[in-house]
């Protein structure tokens, strides 16, 4: 889980990566990233080698869910947040 302050208020955020089809050979698909890794920039897919010999053909999906167990998120309203994933060709 990853956590986020807004206000007064810390919330945690879970996420899951999933991908649906297949990652080529030579590459490698890291879905699993724990919190304190988000901090910071993290990789999907990363080559594994000198070469890549298949191409990819996946999709993937994040899910995130915020967890407010206290119902906090009702008063406040509104809220959101940026995500930025990048896509770097390999």
Not at 13 to 37: F, I, M, Q, R, T
Request: proline share 0%; no cysteine.
């Amino acid at each position: 889980m990853y956590k986020i302050r807004l206000y007064q208020v810390t919330f945690e955020l879970k996420h899951h990566v999933s991908s649906d089809g297949d990652v080529g050979e030579g590459v490698d698909a890291d879905l699993e990233h724990n919190s304190n890794d988000l901090a910071e920039d993290v990789s999907v897919l990363e080559t594994v080698g000198d070469s890549v010999s298949s191409a990819t053909n996946a999709e993937f999906t994040l899910d995130i869910e915020i967890v407010d167990d206290s119902n906090v998120m009702e008063m406040a309203g509104e809220f959101s947040d940026t995500l930025t994933l990048t896509y770097t060709d390999l």
